[in-house]
């Protein structure tokens, strides 16, 4: 076991660098003092480094390990790759990536064409002088590599010629490459690769997607080759990790629709991600779960928060109590660290007011004094907390493909607001999350069987052996609920040609021909009527049970929601989208008919659960909201903060924004 | 008379190089047994037959060709000049337009530089290959030249060069030439043709609308290139058309700005349009009859619909029954065909979900199967139908130069909302189509002595012929309605500088010199009062009679509709503009006034007639509602559908989205 | 004394080059009817005097200066340098500013790089050519130096190398520079000068606010520069004038944020501005008040209106005693003319409806008549009006820095909404004046002891010597609004590192460390509850007394509006934005305390005063409605316009959009 598996990491991003003054012990101490164990350095500091091509100054790293260790301080150290020097660029135009609006000017972050053979060979330089650097510092625990990555869309003639290479290895035969992605539409089959067209300006949307899924392994294979340069420099105990952040509405949303993480994830020892949330009012929890869900994904283990905010942005500055249940909300997702960006807020550029712990006066504050107060309990009762497993019932199937192919080819292209994929995605996440129901995310090639229901929402793109490993889920007595927008086109994003949902007409019972959006339908659940939104497949249930058919004067003949009994297991099918609400309805008919049953403390308690590392059932309960709660406990156990002791069905209370962690 | 005219059109373009298998005889037996005779092809197929450069492979030209003979289908064939093969772009980067955002990049259609001599060069050649492998097929029975041509915008300096050649034509003294572009403005004067601005930076309005009326010339030119091409190869019997389209506000609008339809039909035998329209709630009828008259427009005569929708997108699946309303809309408007976009769903690219008759299942459906029955029907009547002569009483005088106008110079540029010349347009269209009142458009130089009222909206750019024209139609005994913003500017947008509107100022009996843009000002016509819409004249009636002023405690002297006697005839004047219910109530004022009765049944009935070949009116009668409609019939005759006979004032049914079609 | 003070110059910008027929006499004659004495002309004509390259023509500069002279009109000459001819674009491409987006096109004013040689060299000629010409022509009063002058975000590799080079000799110790704008951050740092990163791809707020300051010194020195040319020629009673404009917001709303005004003005002998305001039923003359501080606030004395609208955009057409009334509204802030842009309305181009006081149709209209009658009726009273000395006790310190630091660092970056600079700044400046409060704009080094009560809208840059003057001043016994978003930053918007506000916490007897956006937050002053908007610091008052606290569940305990003695006087902190009548609620409070008393008749009925050359107080009084007022006069005197006299208390009356001046 490696050493961050013996303390939760509880600590926040550092930057030397950036201080107005030199503070260094004041600010490790006020570290230590609060609990903390851990800096996360370096990872945009290239320029720090590298002052001149080829000239080097370690001199600030060098003091913030030693001090770092002089504090009891661990260290992450990220390799400064996602932010290049101004004379680089200035040397070699060509690493900054192109797109269909030119070349990126210098100044933003990860602009980079991460294809370009002398970025390589400057970013390779960079990493291995800073992992000589680092040697010999034992309180390194880890390494990062580059952060957030992006393929910035590069689009140059020579990336999109290592595209065309894989195109053609993939396609021997260039007519099958035509017909695979419908190229004689508008003229824009090709004969000779040499022709292959312009991705930048393509009207393709299945050419497009390729791209997207080219750059996403673009990124796969950077932070690979990464890993195995500073895997050289490591040593058995020293993890490599990356921050993987999500898909963004002034959030974290989403899936990443850049990155496939978990493909990403294989170079790595530990998972790390970024989760930064709503709060005062819009503080729930249920993007801390969501990103907790991604985060156990990417290696089927624990993973860190490497970033998380403490005041962040002027709009999420938290209420008291806020910070200290967004701590513990990421432990009971499986979190083995809690760590802030940033230590401190800067005082010049693009994130000023993106503000950490401290504020700009660099002094003690209310956020830094809820956060020490965290800390010490927290240490208190770390052994019972770290290193959780979880086993939810329930799983996801999420997928990168599908998300692409609805961007491409949208619900209702005519609306703006049209659902996407993330948003059908974080409807059902956040309904099973407010009916306190656990879930994790599986991607296509994951095992499934071990869960009692699988969702499977809007998986536009499903590959025949996708399809074909769902199907045997349900045989073998699965219960699935899939949506609208599944199983309708191959790997490529071309529409299966014949009836729809492709290949699943048997399992689930039913077909469709035509969809259309919806206007004033609504559909009833358990006595209660629901809009349809955004999208609607006319289903006919051949063979299924129709649960709920449209309400609509020309509709109604259509069924919304069915089941079917396929083998041992059952298939639901939801034709349209529904709102929190209504999800929530149609998860309440269906969880007690797969045998899962809803919790009677609800939203805004949340409950959530795992075994810790000495085989106790630890239970949390959170009170999201700014009033009391109270109500019959549904385990038995103790609870470690306050030390009393409950039986199943005692009544308990919660204070606002406080939570009880009942240990079996 | 040619083959056409003989049948009506009833089918669907066709793509087999887009069918992800063969499946031809399938695709044809169905068409047959749908009553469906005719396919139009190869409009966007330049890569499929020229694969590269001097490569020629019609192989599936040949299949389609031979195939639809064998199943009856007669063909419209498609020049495949709007979309480029790669290879060509490729080779020539200058084919591809360039404009104020640089040169477009190779992928969508029309954006193609088609002043460029390398690309008409290959235009050409593949052309006259496709004629060549065309003849001898007694099937083929038309030709489309290109595919609702666009101009792109193109604006490269050999572009404009030739723009500038034809205003040193047009102004051999560069002095008028300044003074008509009013180029002293801002230093923009120029005393040596060399010095010509480059119009991509003008913020001169006279002159950016010169461009467009450059470009509008271009496409008229270019289809008459290729007119004169493609007729060397045809025989008599076989008509060139082309594929007229609209302004689009998510469905067929206005009128084509792009495009001088009247200009660029010329070349033509029969006219050509693509109608898109709005379906199920929305679904009225107004934007067929609009693209009817539109349609009859042109060549003064009947007309194709080549394109409309089957399912379209999502939005648009019809209910049932709108697809045979819209098809029997189509011919009651006087078109001698009905074929649909397209014939399959395709299963990749741009237009995956505009959906064709068959969904991507490529398997009969409801769509298919009331297509049939229509066709069935139709064919069973449709000597009654065909070739259905038309006699509005009502003409709408349209003008692209005052459209163009109206986007230079908006009614309030600083609303972006502000009232566009389709906007106006249509308010009257709709109005005059709810009323039951059919109209044609006429062009400035088009006869309107026939018409009992010509109505002119907006005709910001207004030659003195023209204006000259409109007083003598009004002096000989004609009634003309004409609203703000006309008779304001020249031929070249130059505001005319006397009192306004210009030269009008005695058959109007009115003049003004300020306007402004209403808030809170309502008119009352026939005691109920309408709010004054976008922009508002502030009119002395010095010699008209004032119908209504401004309900405005500042604004309330002037007149904001009047009526004068001018020789024989009356000239009402509108100058603010009314929504749908204001415009409505201004018709019921005017129209008796004219001698024009408004039918007691009005929409959801909808009434349009003809006369047939046979010599016989025939009256068709619409119900757009999805509720039975019963009242008295104004007309006598046969129902050809019921068979029923009718005598003025009998009673009548007509079921939800059904109609009679009554010959007298 | 130079000429123009003996009168008060009433006319309008005049182009004989724009009209479309010869019509010199009757133009002339019908300003000179109207009261009229001057005319501006020949700002944007560079093409007309030099039609190719050093080939002059300045026929029409002579006939109107000629024919100006036989009127009895005056004339301020423009250099003609914003709006350069095609030829020069054509011949030095580099004349036209390169931006982010790249080079502009040819065609739009105040598009020219202003630091370019070429550029200079050629304006440079024109302007000498065109002094020599104007030499001996009496009637020529002043010159006006460009118009509206612009850098057009220029920022070629030319002048960014200028830019370099200021920085380079304000920061000898390129470290030095590195830490003054945090370039360590996403690695943007260099550690020589040639590595400077283009600042057209910048994320450092602060590099972004120096180029921005750089840019308006270029425009300071571009003036000068033309300054220097343009004295060599102009005799001593020949005034230099510039038309300053504001920033935008479909009128004139705030300070200018692309020009240093203050400095600017340096090299001129009066400011001249640019006025354009709401009109109709939004018109209550705040923006000729704002306007009117501006403009005595760039030379501290007297200023010329050189354009204000006549009807202006279609919008603004005025309702009849409109423009009399401000026309007024203008002599009584301290202009000395009122200037109309222009006299007709353009019949081609960009601003054709932008409407003259004559209509297209160039003949008497309402708007003319009813500035005659305003001539006539100024000219026989102007002795008493012109050069009126104000003093209001209220001053309001500007600041541009503070501006483009609100812009770089927004209160809300998430919200395109987000109040910045301006809509703070009129806020208080719209509220003072509804209150009949009128107020002075200071510069940070203007003298503000003279001042009772001095606010400090959002100063977010502060230098240490503005932050010592403020508190120096409250010492001594002055009266301080400041509010959030003040002593945040320094010179560069680098945010200071200890207790905000910076400096002031001593002063203020406040500090914060934590912000937020304010959610359903009020504070209540003098028993009424207002909305915190769009930002709220989240102040402890440890010594000053807090007069308002917010109003919500959470940030209860916090102040939102305080005051605290300091020295001999008070400061007034504000730490959140409240809107209009939450400002006056706040004023209403404070303004007593201060010793400044509210009068009793308020907005409508706007009071503004000043000391006349006879030494005698003239108090305006004007009905901004449009209907009658009655109330108690507050001032005693005789009503120039009726001749009436009153006594204080004696009752009076003012007709709708009519007004009174009583002189003492």
Redesign the interface.
Known sequence: MMFYKDQILFGAAY?D??M??DRIDTDFKMMKDAGMNVIRIAE?????WE??DG?FDFTKLHKMLTKANEYGLKVIIGT?TY?????L??KYPEVLAVT?SGR??????QLTDITNPDYLRYAERIIRRLMEECRGYDNIIGVQLDNETRSAGAASEATQALFVAQMMKKYPDIEDFN?A????????????W?????V???????LSAAYKYFLRNVITEFLEWQSKIVREYLTDDQFITHNFDFSWI?YSYGIQPEVNQQDAARCMDVAGVDIYHLS??RFDGSTIAFGGSVGRSLKKDNYLVLETQA?G?????P??GQLRLAAYSHLASGADSVMYWHWH?????????WKGIL?????P???YNELSAFGREMRSIESHLINLTKSPSVAILVDNRSLTGLNE?P????DPNTPDYNKILRTFCDALYKLNIEYDLVYKDDPIEKYTLVLVPALYSATEDTIARLKAYVQGGGHLLATFKSFVADE?????????PHNMTDCLGLSY?????P?DVTITIDGNSYPAQG?ME?VTAAEADSIACYEH??WKKYSALTAHKYGEGTAYYLATLLGHDGSTALLRHILPECGISIPKNLYPLIIKSGINQLGRKVTYMFNYS?AKISGQISCSGRDLLSKKVYTEGDPFEIEALDLMIVEE
């Open positions: 930057y660098e950036y107005p003054y945009s500091t290239w320029s720090t002052i001149e000239v400064p932010a290049i020097p101004s004379w660029a200035k269909a990126h000017l210098y100044g933003h972050r017909q992605f419908g190229l004689d539409y508008w003229s824009n089959r090709i004969s000779r040499e022709d292959f067209p312009d930048r300006g393509t009207i393709n949307g299945s002034d005062q009012d005041q942005r002027a709009n999420w500055v209420y008291p807020s800067i005082h010049n550029s693009f994130e000023t007011y504020s700009h006066d660099l002094k504050n209310e956020i080819f619900c209702d292209d005519t490529e994003i071309k529409v299966y040609h014949d009836l729809q021909q035509l969809f259309t959006i206007r999208f006319l004067p020309i700014t």
